[in-house]
């Protein structure tokens, strides 16, 4: 099975779910905690299935960022002139 089918068939079984709940809440009654919990979780499974196939769908999925070469040559050092070296001190100082 495709990606698209296996989303397809998990959300299907998502409406299954929520139709069950509906009918358990009939019966139950929905002012309970464990069943605002386990709407909230349904809620929960949901959405996070609605992310996954935007990220299925999305054209870069899985693909590497394109890599930056960085240059063997040296920096210049006037970049450097206005800052201490880190854990070292200043240059003119001693440590104590």
């Not at 709940?21 to 009654?29: P, T, Y």
Request: proline residues 4%; contains cysteine.
């Amino acid at each position: 099975m495709s990606v698209h089918d296996e989303l397809t068939s998990v959300q299907h079984c998502l409406d299954d779910l929520y139709r069950s709940l509906g009918r358990l809440e009939k019966q139950l009654g929905s002012g309970g905690l464990e069943m605002r919990r386990v709407r909230t979780d349904a809620g929960h499974l949901r959405e996070s299935v609605a992310l996954l196939r935007d990220a299925a769908a999305a054209p870069a999925a899985g693909k590497r960022p394109d890599l930056v070469t960085i240059s063997d040559a040296p920096y210049d050092m006037s970049l450097w002139t206005d800052s201490d070296d880190e854990g070292l001190g200043a240059r003119d100082r001693h440590a104590p």
